[in-house]
């Protein structure tokens, strides 16, 4: 992999990480308070996600570019 690759994948990475704890915290203080503002949280955790690992498999992948 090219040093420019490797530092989008490590981009890529970093946000699915990011929208991991978005998520568990989103969901975790939407238990326990019931605030729907938590839930709202968790869902855009969930969106960064899935953005991470479309970045992420397009570059490892081979897709375009």
């Known amino acids: 992999m090219s040093d420019t690759n490797l530092t989008a994948v490590r981009q890529?990475?970093?946000?699915v990480f990011a929208g991991i704890a978005l998520t568990v915290i989103g969901s975790s203080l939407d238990t326990v308070t019931g605030r729907p503002v938590w839930r709202a949280v968790a869902v855009i955790g969930g969106l960064m996600q899935a953005a991470g690992w479309v970045l992420y498999f397009r570059r490892t992948r081979g897709g375009a570019r």
């Open 12 to 15: 890529a990475l970093l946000l």
